[in-house]
């Protein structure tokens, strides 16, 4: 599971990149309860969504308007950008922007994986990540729908070390991901592979961030009130919680879930 502890390798932030950042502030904070902190005027719009004076996640504008669509960035955890950012040029992926200090609070760096998945790297500073992970209401789990799922796995084991456990998941395996080092509980996210109907509709390769909610069903009449669309309905998944997936109202798609209790 998701902590705090931001083991490296393990996804420690997370921003939306939206052409109208109040529109979002206002959709999220209706769905989700969070308000939004400007990080100020130097920061070129940016700013945190908060959950009771703690950051889950962060928000800006797109940075090429017209070009660049709108969507939700997961960040892991790095001691090195720039060692990071040598690691993924070695193993085939794309620097969409080269490591750059961020004021005192850290150093950043962006990319796209070999199947296209695009990706980010967070070194802390001052900041050391998000304030509150796995718990309602923030980002529990960070999944990769990739167009060629051993291509991924091969490229992020590079990069990272993460470790890897293949289980069944319908008709395909699932990759269940763990920082280097860590254990079974340490699990941050996984990897599975896009299949066919997907790829023909234009899905291409991209990471998903999940949020807990306390009830999906409940999250989804939300959601679609405020203009979202339902990409996937909600699913019960035995052992793993009732989940569905959204796109918000500029496109951006995220997931839901309400984790199914321990042992059940």
């Not at 796209?112 to 790297?121: I, K, L, Y």
Request: charged share 20%; with cysteine.
């Amino acid at each position: 599971m998701l902590n705090t502890d931001f083991r490296p390798g393990s996804p420690d932030w997370l921003d939306l990149s939206s052409p109208d950042t109040r529109a979002s502030v206002d959709f999220y904070a209706a769905l989700f309860g969070w308000t939004f902190d400007s990080a100020g005027p130097e920061a070129g719009g940016y700013g945190f969504f908060q959950l009771d004076g703690r950051t889950v996640a962060a928000l800006g504008p797109l940075a090429d308007e017209g070009s660049t669509p709108p969507g939700w960035t997961l960040y892991f955890a790095t001691d090195d950008a720039d060692r990071t950012t040598e690691l993924v040029q070695q193993a085939g992926g794309r620097v969409r922007f080269a490591p750059f200090d961020v004021f005192t609070a850290g150093r950043m760096a962006g990319y796209t994986d070999p199947t296209g998945a695009d990706f980010a790297v967070w070194q802390p500073h001052d900041t050391r990540g998000l304030d509150l992970v796995n718990d309602e209401i923030s980002l529990c789990w960070a999944e990769c729908y990739s167009v060629d799922a051993d291509q991924a796995k091969a490229f992020y084991r590079a990069v990272f070390g993460w470790q890897e456990q293949d289980v069944p998941f319908g008709e395909v395996l699932y990759t269940v991901l763990t920082p280097a080092g860590g254990g079974t509980d340490d699990a941050h996210g996984g990897i599975m592979q896009l299949g066919p109907e997907h790829t023909a509709r234009g899905t291409g390769s991209h990471w998903l961030p999940y949020f807990e909610v306390p009830n999906v069903d409940a999250s989804l009449a939300i959601a679609e009130q405020l203009g979202a669309t339902v990409r996937i309905p909600a699913t019960d998944v035995h052992g793993v919680g009732r989940l569905a997936q959204l796109l918000d109202p500029h496109g951006a798609v995220f997931a839901v879930i309400t984790s199914a209790a321990p042992g059940t």
